[in-house]
Every structure is written in structure tokens, then in C-alpha cells.
Antibody
Framework: EVHLVETGGGLIQPGGSLRLSCAASGFTVSNYYMSWVRQAPGKGLEWVSIIYSGGGGITYYADSVKGRFTISRDNSKNTLYLQMNTLRAEDTAVYYC??????????????WGKGTTVTVSS | DIQMTQSPSSLSASVGDRVTITCRASLSTNIYLNWYQQKPGKAPKLLIHGASSLQSGVPSRFSGSGSGTDFTLTISNLQPEDFATYYCQQSYATPYTFGQGTNLEIK
């Protein structure tokens, strides 16, 4: 069965750093596009970043996190990461990882983790 | 960036009703439009992909239509478990963007 489990969230002071992990089971992370999506308290969904499949691992970011967040994966651990630096109060959210199958005609996030909560506050 | 606008923002309906939620894109997204359902404290769940394709395991009372800039999600014969928040999302171009959500409440 296919699963994604996010870990690494917590309370962090403004300006601090945190690394989120997303462990996958039932499929190979490097064969799929993998995204991070976040949801601030009481707000809607916001796409954060994506890493494409294959060795190149092309990445894209939302403007709100560009230059501060880095998406990566460890193929040996079948795990996706989100390194978050220079955190701001507005980064407070539940962070979800999700997969997309690059082999389908249109792109969609069909498997989601349960999320991990990041709170940025002094 | 492609802006996604959903309407209405909230909707009250009764069990057995038929409801329609619309999503408009600021630029054409072809059929790269997906619909998700989210319940409080839970992760989003994919309902419809490619504007009109029903995700495996999703009840047939959910349907989607549209292409280009205008899309609709229709739920027929509303069931108690359908009361949730619904989001559209374009996957035509990064940055991916979501609509602001439609909160479907029990009347």
C-alpha cells in the first residue's frame, strides 16, 4: 500500500531553520514528481515546491519561499525533504507532501501524507 | 501566475441535493484542472483530475466538467459525508495554484 509520512515539524523562532521529512512506502520517490503543499491555520491550500523525477531532479518554488526553502530527496532512503531557512511567522502552517505520476496525461496529486505542523513564533 | 477563483465561497445544502461549484482560471489551463475534498484536520483527497476524470474509488455522484478557463464540480444526491471544503487546483504550470476553497455546509 502507498503511504507518505511527514515528520520534523515543531515550534521554531523567527529566523530559525527546520527540515521536514516525508518518508514514502509502496512506491519509489525518484520515479514521481513530489510536492510540498502547506495550509496556514484557517486558510486554504498553498503549493510550496516540487521536485521532478529522474536524476536531474529539477525543482520549482513558490515566490513566497524562493531563496529560503530547498526541496530535495534521498533515493536510498526513499524520502523527500524540505529544508526551511529564515523562517517567518507567515510560514506557520501544516505542511503536506504529495506525489504526482509524471506518466499520466495531466498532472495531479493523488497521494498525500497526513501533514506535519510548523509553528514559527517567539 | 495563474489565479484560480472559486464560487461560491460557502454553500448550504441538504442531503439529497445537487450542488455545483465553479472555478475560473485567469489563463487557460486546458484540462489541467483538479478537484480536492478536505475535511477538518485531514489531508486533501483527490476527487477529479484532468477536469472530468473521476479518481479511482471516488463515488460516481461526483463529476467535473470544463476546459480552458471555466470548470465545474457537481455533486449529485449529497450524502452526509460530502459536507467538507472543496478546492480546485491548476497543474498546467508552476507555480501550481489552488482556488480559495468552497465550504459546503449542511442546511
Amino acid at each position: 500500500e502507498v503511504h507518505l509520512v511527514e515528520t520534523g515539524g515543531g515550534l521554531i523562532q523567527p529566523g530559525g531553520s527546520l527540515r521536514l521529512s516525508c518518508a514514502a512506502s509502496g512506491f519509489t520517490v525518484s520515479n514521481y514528481y513530489m510536492s510540498w503543499v502547506r495550509q496556514a491555520p484557517g486558510k486554504g491550500l498553498e503549493w510550496v515546491s516540487i521536485i521532478y523525477s529522474g536524476g536531474g531532479g529539477i525543482t520549482y518554488y513558490a515566490d513566497s519561499v524562493k531563496g529560503r526553502f530547498t526541496i530535495s530527496r534521498d533515493n536510498s532512503k526513499n524520502t523527500l525533504y524540505l529544508q526551511m531557512n529564515t523562517l517567518r511567522a507567515e510560514d506557520t502552517a501544516v505542511y503536506y507532501c504529495a506525489r504526482e505520476d509524471p506518466a499520466v496525461e495531466t498532472y495531479y496529486m493523488d497521494v498525500w501524507g497526513k501533514g506535519t505542523t510548523v509553528t514559527v513564533s517567539s | 501566475d495563474i489565479q484560480m477563483t472559486q464560487s461560491p465561497s460557502s454553500l448550504s445544502a441538504s442531503v439529497g441535493d445537487r450542488v455545483t461549484i465553479t472555478c475560473r482560471a485567469s489563463l487557460s489551463t486546458n484540462i489541467y484542472l483538479n478537484w480536492y475534498q478536505q475535511k477538518p484536520g485531514k489531508a486533501p483527497k483527490l476527487l477529479i483530475h484532468g477536469a472530468s476524470s473521476l479518481q479511482s474509488g471516488v463515488p460516481s455522484r461526483f463529476s467535473g466538467s470544463g476546459s480552458g478557463t471555466d470548470f465545474t464540480l457537481t455533486i449529485s444526491n449529497l450524502q452526509p459525508e460530502d459536507f467538507a471544503t472543496y478546492y480546485c487546483q491548476q497543474s498546467y504550470a508552476t507555480p501550481y495554484t489552488f482556488g480559495q476553497g468552497t465550504n459546503l455546509e449542511i442546511k
